[in-house]
C-alpha cells in the first residue's frame, strides 16, 4: 500500500509489459467470435462473392485529352488563374468527377436509340440504367499525362465500346456548353440564393417591427434593462409583508378560538373581562352601588341582626352584587364574540389581499417574462438582419465577378475512342475461391486478437499497476477445480500484506470497495478476516454496504444500525465466527430498512472495539456511494477492489481521481477473480508444481539444447 497519489503519477511511472498479442489465449477467449468471422465469411459471403467476381469480365476504354493551355475569363479574380501544375490537377479532377454525372449518362444512353438494349435491361426504367452505369463507369486520370480514360466493364464484349463512346461525345457537347466549374449553375444558385435571403431579410424586418409595436420600443439594445423587473420586485416585497399580517392574524384568531385550541377559551375569557373591566358604564355602576353599599352598611351598623331595616339592607346589597355580576357576565359575553368577530376579520382581510398580491406578482412575471421574450427575439432578429446583410453583400460581389466570364479557360478532346474488346480483361473462380478461404481463416484468427487487443478491461495486475502508479497490493484467481490452491496462495499473500501493514504502520481499519457492483468485495473481505485469524490476528468485518446487504452478515440480534442509532453496544453486534466465516457485524435485519442513519456515530463505535487489533469494512462501490466517501475518512487505509475483466480502464482512471479528491492516509488495490489460462504457461506449471510437488517438463519448443 502507498499514500494517494495524483493519476499523472501513474501516466509517468514507467510502463510495465501486459498481457500483449497471444494468439492461443486470445482464440481460446474468443473463439464463438473467431468461428463466426471465419464461417460467415467462407461460408455465406465466399459463394455468393466467388459466383459474381470470379465470372469473365471484359472492358472497353476510350481516352480524353485535357488541354493543359487555359485562357484568363475574369479579369482580377484569382480562383480561375490556373497557374501552377496542381491547379491544373484540381481541373482535371473536377472533369474526372463531371463525365458521370447523372444527366450526361442518362442524354448518353438516349442517344444509343436503337441499341440503347446493349446496356439497359428488360423492363428496366432509364433513370435506374443511368444510374447503374454511373456506378460501372471507371473514370481515372493517367499519371503524368495530360488523359483521363473512361471505360466501363461487362461480362459480354457486345455494345461497350458503343456506350463508352456514347459518354464521352455526350461530355464533350456538354463541356463546350458549359462555362468552367459550371459557372452558369454558379449563377443561378446565387441568384436563388439572393431571392431567399431578400425574403429572409424582409420577414426577420417585419418580425423586429411587430415586436418593436407590441413593447413599444424603438431601439433594442442588450444593456437597457426589464421595466418589469423593479415592479415585480415592490410586489413581492407586499406580498412578503402581506403574508407576515396574515400569519400573525392567523396566531392571534388561534390564541381566542376555542375550536382550534382548547386553551382559547380561557384566553379569550381573560381577554374579555379585561375589556368589561375598563367599561366606562360597568365602572360608574361599580362607582354608584359602591357608594350606595357604603350608605347602606353605615346604616347597618347601629342595627340588631334581627332588625328588619337591617334585613333589608342585606337584601338591598345582595342585589347589587348580583346587578354587577349580572351587567359584568353580559359585557363579557359582548366582548368575547367582538374580539373574535374581529380577529375573523382581520385573518380574512389578510388572506384576500394576499390572494390578490399572489394573482398581481403572477400577472407581472408573464409580463416581464413575455417583454423579455420579445426584446430577446429582436434582439436575435437583429443579429441574423445584420449576418443576411454581410451574406448578400457576398453574392453581389460573386455575382459581379462571375458576370466577367465570356469564355471557357480550356478545352477537351477525343484522345482514343473505345474499341470492342476481344479478349478478358479479368477472369477466374478458383483463385476468389482460395482468397475467400484464406481471409476467412485469417478474419476467425485475427477479430478475436484484435478484440482481445482493443479490450478496454483490466485483465492482469500490470495493467492495473499502469493505471494507478503504483502495485497493486495482491490479486485472486478465478476459484476453478484445478485453480482452488492457487486461490488460497494468494488470498495467504494478500493477508500477509494486511498484517505487515499492520504491524509496520499501525493500520488497524481497512476500507474494503470496489469499482462496480459485484466486484467481490464481501467475499475477500471475509477471507482475508478468516486468513487473518488463521496467522493469529484477531480480525473483524463490518458490513457498511447499504446498496446490498449480504446474507453472510444477517443477524436475528443486534445489527450496526441499531449501534449507530444507539440502542445497542457494539460488542452486542458482533456475530460469532463459524467454521467458513470470521466474527462480523451485519448492518441490518434482512426484513429492515438497510441505510446508515448515524453515520457519524460510526468511527466512535469501532474505537470501542479494542478486542480486534484488525477490522475491515466491508463497504459499497466508491462511485456509487456517498457514504463510503465518508468513510475512507473515518478508516487507516482505503482498499480498492477491481474485479478484472469486468472494469474497464476509463473507470479505474475515475475512481482513482475520487481517491485523490478524498486523500485518504493510504490506498491500495486488489485484482480479483483474474482467469488463469491452462495456456498462459507460467500459471498453468504453478498449479501443476503446486498440485504434484514436481518440477513441471519443459515444453519441447523450450528444451534445453535450444539454448545449449
Not at 450526361?104 to 433513370?127: M, N
Not at 473512361?150 to 463512346?165: H, Q
Not at 465518508?630 to 482505503?638: K, M, P, R, S, T
Request: glycine share 6%; aromatic share 6%; charged share 30%.
Amino acid at each position: 500500500m502507498t499514500p494517494a497519489a495524483p493519476p499523472a503519477a501513474a501516466e509517468d511511472a514507467p510502463k510495465l509489459p501486459t498481457r500483449g498479442i497471444q494468439p492461443l489465449r486470445s482464440w481460446k477467449a474468443h473463439k464463438f467470435l473467431g468461428l463466426a468471422v471465419a464461417v460467415v465469411v467462407t461460408g455465406i459471403l465466399g459463394p455468393p462473392v466467388v459466383w459474381l467476381k470470379g465470372k469473365h469480365y471484359y472492358t472497353a476504354e476510350g481516352v480524353i485529352l485535357i488541354s493543359p493551355r487555359f485562357a484568363k475569363n475574369l479579369e482580377q479574380d484569382q480562383e480561375l488563374e490556373m497557374q501552377s501544375n496542381q491547379q491544373y490537377r484540381e481541373f482535371v479532377q473536377q472533369q474526372v468527377k463531371t463525365i458521370n454525372r447523372y444527366d450526361i449518362v442518362y442524354d448518353a444512353i438516349e442517344k444509343l436509340g436503337d441499341k440503347k438494349s446493349l446496356w439497359t435491361k428488360k423492363d428496366e426504367p432509364d433513370r435506374i440504367a443511368a444510374e447503374r452505369l454511373q456506378g460501372a463507369l471507371d473514370i481515372k486520370p493517367v499519371a503524368d499525362t495530360y488523359q483521363i480514360t473512361v471505360g466501363v466493364e461487362g461480362t459480354k464484349p457486345e455494345g461497350l465500346a458503343e456506350i463508352v463512346n456514347s459518354v464521352i461525345d455526350t461530355y464533350l457537347s456538354r463541356f463546350k456548353d458549359e462555362a468552367l466549374f459550371g459557372a452558369k449553375g454558379r449563377v443561378e444558385n446565387l441568384k436563388k440564393d439572393r431571392v431567399s435571403i431578400l425574403a429572409d431579410i424582409g420577414a426577420k424586418s417585419d418580425c423586429r417591427a411587430d415586436v418593436a409595436q407590441e413593447l413599444a420600443v424603438t431601439t433594442f439594445t442588450e444593456s437597457n434593462p426589464n421595466p418589469y423587473d423593479q415592479l415585480l420586485v415592490k410586489s413581492k416585497e407586499a406580498l412578503a409583508a402581506v403574508r407576515r399580517q396574515r400569519f400573525d392574524a392567523e396566531a392571534q384568531l388561534g390564541a381566542v378560538d376555542h375550536d382550534s385550541r382548547p386553551e382559547g377559551s380561557e384566553a379569550l375569557q381573560s381577554m374579555a373581562q379585561d375589556q368589561a373591566a375598563r367599561d366606562p358604564g360597568l365602572v360608574s355602576l361599580k362607582a354608584n352601588l359602591n357608594q350606595r353599599r357604603a350608605d347602606l352598611l353605615t346604616k347597618a351598623s347601629g342595627l340588631s341582626a334581627k332588625h328588619p331595616g337591617r334585613q333589608s339592607i342585606e337584601q338591598e346589597l345582595k342585589e347589587n352584587d348580583a346587578e354587577i355580576e349580572r351587567i359584568n357576565a353580559k359585557l363579557v359575553a359582548s366582548f368575547s364574540g367582538m374580539l373574535i368577530e374581529q380577529r375573523k376579520a382581520e385573518v380574512y382581510r389578510t388572506r384576500r389581499l394576499e390572494g390578490d398580491l399572489e394573482k398581481d406578482v403572477l400577472a407581472q412575471t408573464r409580463e416581464a417574462n413575455g417583454y423579455a421574450d420579445g426584446y430577446q427575439r429582436a434582439l436575435e432578429c437583429g443579429k441574423d438582419l445584420d449576418r443576411l446583410r454581410k451574406r448578400l453583400n457576398a453574392i453581389e460581389d460573386r455575382l459581379d465577378f462571375l458576370s466577367l466570364e465570356n469564355s471557357a479557360p480550356g478545352f477537351a478532346r477525343v484522345f482514343a475512342r473505345a474499341r470492342t474488346p476481344m479478349v478478358p480483361s479479368r477472369a477466374g473462380h478458383k483463385k476468389m475461391a482460395i482468397l475467400m478461404i484464406v481471409a476467412g481463416l485469417a478474419l476467425g484468427l485475427i477479430v478475436p486478437i484484435a478484440a482481445d487487443f482493443l479490450d478496454p478491461r483490466v485483465h492482469d495486475p500490470n495493467e492495473l499497476q499502469n493505471l494507478l502508479g503504483f502495485a497493486p497490493m495482491g490479486w485472486l484467481p478465478e476459484r476453478k477445480a484445478r485453480g482452488e490452491s492457487l486461490y488460497a496462495d494468494q488470498r495467504t499473500r494478500l493477508a500477509n500484506g494486511l498484517l505487515r501493514e499492520h504491524r509496520g504502520k499501525g493500520t488497524r481499519i481497512f476500507l474494503l470497495t470496489s469499482v462496480k457492483p459485484g466486484g467481490g468485495t464481501s467475499t475477500i473481505a471475509l477471507d482475508m478476516a478468516v486468513e487473518l485469524c488463521r496467522l493469529g490476528v484477531k480480525a473483524l468485518v463490518v458490513e457498511a454496504n447499504s446498496m446490498k446487504p449480504d446474507e453472510r452478515y444477517r443477524s436475528d440480534g443486534s445489527t450496526l444500525d441499531d449501534v449507530l442509532a444507539g440502542n445497542q453496544p457494539i460488542a452486542s453486534a458482533v456475530l460469532a465466527a463459524n467454521d467458513r466465516l470470521p466474527p462480523r457485524i451485519g448492518l441490518a435485519r434482512q426484513d429492515a430498512a438497510t441505510r446508515l442513519r448515524q453515520i457519524g456515530r460510526l468511527a466512535e463505535a469501532l474505537r470501542a472495539l479494542t478486542d480486534y487489533p484488525v477490522i475491515l469494512l466491508d463497504t459499497a462501490p466508491l462511485t456509487l456511494s456517498a457514504d463510503t466517501e465518508y468513510l475512507v475518512g473515518v478508516a487507516d487505509a482505503a482498499l480498492v477492489v477491481v474485479e478484472a475483466e469486468s472494469v474497464s480502464k476509463a473507470e479505474i482512471k475515475r475512481t482513482a481521481r475520487l481517491l485523490e479528491h478524498l486523500a485518504p492516509a493510504a490506498v491500495g488495490s486488489i485484482l480479483n477473480r483474474v482467469p488463469v489460462w491452462e495456456s498462459g504457461g507460467y500459471y498453468r506449471e504453478r498449479i501443476e508444481e503446486r498440485s504434484s510437488g514436481r518440477k513441471a517438463k519443459a515444453a519441447r519448443m523450450a528444451a534445453p539444447w535450444l539454448w545449449s
